[in-house]
């Protein structure tokens, strides 16, 4: 598929997407929304690709919705459009291999969103958060459901709430992002975090991430059960088993992916 809205490209066993509507401060509309899904779901289904990155072009990493794409729709019409507006936080939820926030300067409204959906998120010294949708009169509603989930309630709806800015540090803080970097390292730590990644089995990151999810909002005693039986299909791989060899003779594992 060709891309516009989006650019994809690879590095080694890497994917990367990158939020390309600079001159709009990567705001989410029509196009952007439909390739952000698709190149997800390309990259899943790429069997060279064991983690994926999603980072942004210009100034900003994503200031939200493009607002110029509200006016005139029926209530039909606005559920379809904002249904796709927050269709990645279901396409990464997902999928199994694992995906990666990497954020620079602003993330507001659907970019929070979009940060709080990635499995995991990393951000440059200068960047800023917020769920700011509630100081133009709408409200972050989408945003709130991965915000809730990596952050739980009080600190979700302060945020939602008030409409606040946050610094990356006090994301790091609350549990939105998982490591502060320097500005100018961003795209090399980005990297270097993804690698670490990209060197597990690929197999038993996409079980186990599917295997998360699953059970994240079960009971306790249904999640254990459900888990186990995971772990218990983990078991009968040939990853797991040549990665105990390895650990137990000393030398790095070979990937079969089975």
């Known amino acids: 598929m060709k891309y516009t809205s989006v650019l994809v490209n690879k590095n080694e066993n890497i994917g990367i997407i990158t939020l390309n509507r600079p001159e709009f401060n990567n705001t989410f509309n029509v196009p952007l929304a439909n390739e952000l899904n698709k190149?997800?779901?390309?990259?899943?289904?790429?069997?060279s690709v064991n983690v994926v990155i999603i980072n942004a072009s210009g100034k900003n990493f994503c200031t939200g919705i493009d607002v110029n794409d509200l006016e005139g729709k029926s209530n039909v019409e606005y559920l379809k459009w904002v249904e796709l507006m927050e269709k990645m936080n279901i396409?990464?939820?997902?999928?199994?291999?694992?995906?990666?926030?990497?954020?620079?300067?602003?993330?507001?409204?659907?970019?929070?969103?979009?940060?709080?959906?990635?499995?995991l998120a990393i951000a440059a010294e200068n960047a800023k958060f917020g769920a700011t949708a509630i100081?133009?009169?709408?409200?972050?509603?989408?945003?709130?459901?991965p915000l809730s989930k990596s952050l739980g309630r009080k600190k979700t709806l302060e945020l939602i709430l008030m409409g606040e800015m946050i610094d990356a540090f006090e994301a790091k803080r609350i549990g939105l992002i998982n490591k502060v970097v320097p500005t100018e390292k961003l795209e090399e730590e980005t990297l270097k975090y993804a690698r670490k990644l990209a060197l597990k089995s690929p197999l038993a990151l996409q079980i186990g991430k599917k295997?998360?999810?699953?059970?994240?909002?079960l009971d306790f005693e249904k999640a254990?059960?459900?888990?186990?039986?995971?772990?218990?299909?983990?078991?009968?791989?040939?990853?797991?088993?040549?990665?105990?060899?390895?650990?137990?003779?000393?030398?790095?594992?070979?990937?079969k992916n089975r």
């Open 39 to 47: 190149s997800l779901i390309e990259f899943e289904n790429d069997p």
């Open 91 to 119: 396409t990464i939820a997902n999928m199994g291999k694992p995906v990666i926030a990497s954020v620079q300067k602003i993330a507001v409204a659907n970019g929070i969103g979009l940060v709080a959906a990635c499995d």
């Open 135 to 145: 100081n133009v009169g709408l409200f972050c509603m989408g945003p709130a459901v």
């Open 211 to 217: 295997s998360f999810y699953k059970m994240e909002d």
């Open 224 to 255: 254990l059960d459900l888990s186990n039986n995971h772990f218990a299909t983990l078991c009968t791989t040939e990853d797991a088993h040549e990665g105990v060899d390895a650990f137990l003779n000393k030398r790095d594992p070979i990937w």
